[in-house]
Each structure stands twice: as structure tokens, then as C-alpha cells.
């Protein structure tokens, strides 16, 4: 039971995390290229940056520290969701940046065609540019989910019982530390190859639709 409940645990940080992970980091990349040129709105993508070079230029364990101590302060605070919104917090810095890379890819002509269609900044951003970098990007945003994965691995520091703190309590029963932490590991693993193939089979369905 106890793997079980880890394992659940584990799957439910990863996938809070992720979702806030992809929203921060979609929201993040596009508002600091759509307001870097306009006056008035250069603030924003100040701010956007700021947030990308704190969080990337801090350790995630301290970011799950002060964010459990300082804004989560009630008694019944939930230490899995806390846990998620801190790794969705950190990813989506991390996700800012591919998909910044993934926007940059993309010939300016691209832009600029949208524009000479009629379309606006924003219709020409979501349905020209994103479905472009996307999936441009996608590996490396794939690569950065599977991190995501293992890192959760760190909520165990605010007592969240994942897989590696039901490890460790296995074993601290047993006192045989090694078999309990060795099954958390393959079921890591296992998930992590389960991510990676979902990841491909997206990917050769995007091939498939350009090949179309």
C-alpha cells in the first residue's frame, strides 16, 4: 500500500506541476515577445524575466522551502498540492525559455505574413507561430517534463509521502534499505519510459499531419 500511495502521489505533483509548468511557461515566453517592442508594456516582459533568471538561478529544494514556510502557513495546508504548484512554478521558468527559443526558430516572414492577412498579433501568434514552435521544441519540452518527473522526488523534504519518501519508509521497517529503494527506482524508470513514448508517438503523429 504504501508504494501505491507514494506512486499516486508522486503521479499527482508531476501532473499539477506540469500542467502549471506548460501554462507559466507559454504565458511567460509570449508575453516577452509580444511586449518587448511596445511602449508602455516593457515592464511586463521586465517582469517576466526577473521571474525566469530568480527561478532558474535558485535550487528548487530552497524554492519548496520558502514557498511551504512563508505562503502555505495554514494548519491545513495540503503538502501535495503545495508541492505542486513549487515544481509547476520552477518548470514553467525552464519552459519559458524553450518555448522562447522554440518562438525565435520561426522566420520573421512568418510574422509578418499573418499580420498582411488581417490576422492580429495574438490570432497570428496561436495559430501561426505557436503550432510551428511547438513543434520545433518538443523534444526538449519533453526533456524537461521527464526532469520534472524525478525531481518531485524532493517534495519528500515537507513530508509528502511520493515514492522515494515510501522507499525509505519500507525500508526504515525492514531494515533492509536496499530492495524498497531499488523498486522505486525501476518504477521511476518506468515512468519515465512511458513519458518518453507518448513523446514519440506525438511526435510522428505531428510528422504524419506535415507529410499530409
Known amino acids: ?50 521571474y525566469v533568471t530568480v527561478i532558474r538561478g535558485t535550487p528548487v529544494l530552497l524554492q519548496l522551502l520558502i514557498i511551504y514556510n512563508m505562503v502555505f502557513t495554514a494548519r491545513d495546508t495540503n503538502e501535495i498540492i503545495v508541492a505542486g504548484i513549487c515544481f509547476g512554478i520552477n518548470s514553467g521558468a525552464y519552459v ?48 524537461e517534463f521527464i526532469v520534472l518527473i524525478k525531481e518531485t522526488s524532493v517534495a519528500s523534504i515537507i513530508a509528502v509521502t511520493d515514492l522515494s519518501k515510501a522507499a525509505q519508509y519500507i525500508g526504515s521497517r525492514t531494515y533492509d534499505v536496499i530492495p524498497p529503494l531499488m ?9 519515465v519510459l512511458g513519458f518518453t513514448k507518448l513523446l514519440r508517438f506525438i511526435e510522428r503523429r505531428m510528422d504524419q499531419g506535415d507529410t499530409n
Not at 508504494?3 to 508531476?14: E, H, K, V
Not at 501532473?15 to 507559454?26: E, K, P
Not at 520573421?108 to 498579433?121: C, D, I, P, T, V
Open 183 to 191: 523498486i522505486a527506482a525501476v518504477c521511476y524508470l518506468i515512468m
Open 96 to 143: 519559458a525559455e524553450i518555448v522562447r527559443a522554440g518562438i525565435e526558430s520561426i522566420d520573421k516572414g512568418q510574422y509578418e505574413a499573418g499580420r498582411s492577412l488581417g490576422l492580429n498579433g495574438n490570432q497570428t501568434m496561436f495559430t501561426i507561430i505557436m503550432p510551428q514552435a511547438i513543434k520545433n521544441i518538443l523534444p526538449a519540452l519533453g526533456n
Open 1 to 50: 500500500m504504501s508504494y501505491l500511495q507514494g506512486l499516486g502521489n508522486t503521479l499527482l505533483i508531476s501532473l499539477i506541476a506540469l500542467m502549471i509548468g506548460a501554462f507559466l511557461g507559454i504565458l511567460v515566453a509570449v508575453a516577452r515577445f509580444s511586449t518587448g517592442n511596445i511602449k508602455g508594456l516593457k515592464w511586463i516582459k521586465s517582469l517576466c524575466n526577473l
